[in-house]
């Protein structure tokens, strides 16, 4: 082996070292994407506004959790859907595909013949870029759907469960949501003073130590914490 190889076999080691730390680099950073984006997807739903109540970094990744759950299911889904598709697709759309790969694969072994002149490997050049243009378009469409997607995928998964709840409790209220072999919990929550009389009932939002957002029968409150509250479920 002489020194070109061993300088190209180095590079390519050091290349693959490389990718494994920014891919271990990357993953920490997605998931508090996704555990962002599906709550403050869950809290606008109920229209709070996340700035009020920060969440820590450990709920966050909680969140990215079922973030990436749901995008699981979402992407399987999107799969099926893809073969059905693939049944639609006309034969003519089919052979212009392949007409234009074909096309391509052909400019490209004409560019490596030797004999070829400077005028025809301008042409051919031309001819090239015409038709990689289509598919540089879809690159681009599909880089930016690929950064944009499941952010956007985790916030409409937010969306969705705060939407389950406010259809659930509109339309049940405070009754039993869980069922275990003990008890049975309320979906939910009481505010009650240090005397034990009930202040506030309704579907517990968000909470941190200033403030209390909670979805009530008649609209959303959002109202500052005592400290000699004490907020709980019901049990039966």
Not at 45 to 50: K, L
Not at 191 to 205: S, Y
Request: overall charge positive; proline content about 3%.
């Amino acid at each position: 082996m002489n020194n070109n190889e061993e300088g190209s076999s180095e590079k390519k080691s050091f290349s693959i070292r490389l990718i494994g730390p920014a891919i271990i680099a990357l993953i920490p950073v997605v998931a508090y994407l996704l555990g962002i984006s599906f709550y403050q997807g869950y809290l606008s739903t109920f229209g709070v506004n996340s700035d009020i109540f920060p969440i820590s970094t450990q709920y966050v990744y909680l969140n990215a959790y079922y973030a990436v759950t749901h995008i699981l299911f979402k992407f399987l889904s999107n799969i099926l859907s893809a073969f059905e598709l693939l049944k639609q697709i006309d034969f003519p759309f089919v052979f212009i595909i392949l007409l234009n790969i074909l096309s391509l694969a052909a400019g490209f072994w004409w560019l490596k013949k030797k004999n070829t002149t400077r005028i025809e490997k301008s042409i051919t050049i031309v001819c090239i870029v015409l038709l990689l243009y289509p598919f540089l378009l879809l690159l681009l469409l599909g880089t930016a759907i690929f950064w944009w997607s499941p952010s956007r995928i985790a916030s409409l998964a937010g969306q969705k469960i705060a939407e389950e709840k406010i259809v659930k409790f509109t339309k049940n209220g405070c009754t039993p949501d869980q069922k275990t072999e003990l008890v049975q919990i309320d979906n939910c929550s009481v505010i009650q003073d240090k005397d034990g009389n009930v202040l506030h009932e309704g579907l517990l939002i968000a909470i941190n130590d200033k403030d209390i957002a909670m979805f009530k029968k008649d609209g959303i409150y959002t109202f500052p914490r005592q400290n000699d509250w004490l907020i709980r479920r019901k049990l039966h």
